[in-house]
């Protein structure tokens, strides 16, 4: 098992350029979620989906879209890039129920200039 | 509103003593408690979770307590080793059917040093 893979590892975008960020797990979990990761400010929520076909909002969305065609593939894209997105994002997976001990990716190291 | 805080943003200990990291939450809608260890340029590891509905459990060096009517929960490393030294953070897991389904909040984070 691969477990959860990101793609990039690193990333240099200018202002207003658009990319997706690539998120593939192979545990089929039903749960996946986008963190971003910040000095100070932990771990934060951007977007999560409980299951195929079905996405929902966490605490910092704006910028950011979503989709979840497959249980397998989370992709989160950026459409106008801003210096304020520059951070370290991770990806995430677990399975429904129980204790919810999420799976992370190794992280995609973004930067906008 | 932060959910979930971990007011220490560090904490430094002598190896073989006791390390014990804090973390508060504000609403009572999470059904588990979960530390993760995270070290430079790696994603986060499941370390240790705790239900809602037990006051403490135990996994090895590694020990969760929870106090409810407090709303708070600690970790505690017994004895700390250098190799422990890491950014541990805690987070909750929100109830099904609550506004915080599908989600699992963090705090910010709690950076350990355990020195030789």
């Known amino acids: 098992n691969a477990g959860v893979t990101q793609t990039p590892k690193f990333q240099v975008l200018k202002t207003g350029q658009s990319m997706t960020l690539q998120c593939a797990q192979d545990?089929?979990?039903?749960?996946m979620s986008w963190y971003r990761q910040d000095p100070g400010m932990g771990l934060r929520l951007i977007h999560y989906?409980?299951?195929?076909?079905?996405?929902d909002q966490g605490e910092v969305p704006n910028g950011y879209n979503v989709s979840r065609s497959t249980t397998e593939d989370f992709p989160l894209r950026l459409l106008s890039a801003a210096p304020s997105q520059t951070s370290v994002y991770f990806c995430?997976?677990?399975?429904?129920?129980?204790?919810?001990?999420?799976?992370f990716g190794s992280g995609t190291r973004l930067t906008v200039v | 509103d932060q959910q979930v805080k971990q007011n220490s943003p560090s904490l430094s200990v002598q190896e073989g003593r006791i390390s014990i990291l804090n973390c508060d939450y504000t609403n009572s809608m999470f059904d588990y408690f979960l530390w993760y260890k995270k070290y430079p340029a790696e994603g986060p590891t499941f370390l240790i979770s705790i239900s809602s509905i037990k006051d403490k459990n135990e996994d090895g060096r590694f020990t969760v307590f929870l106090n409810k009517s407090a709303k708070h929960l600690s970790l505690h490393i017994v004895p700390s080793q250098p190799g422990d030294s890491a950014v541990y953070f805690c987070a909750a897991k929100g109830v099904r059917g609550s506004s915080n389904t599908g989600k699992l909040i963090f705090g910010q984070g709690t950076t350990l040093q355990v020195k030789p």
């Open positions: 995430a997976s677990r399975r429904g129920g129980g204790e919810g001990g999420y799976t």
């Open positions: 545990m089929n979990h039903e749960y």
């Open positions: 989906s409980v299951g195929a076909g079905i996405t």
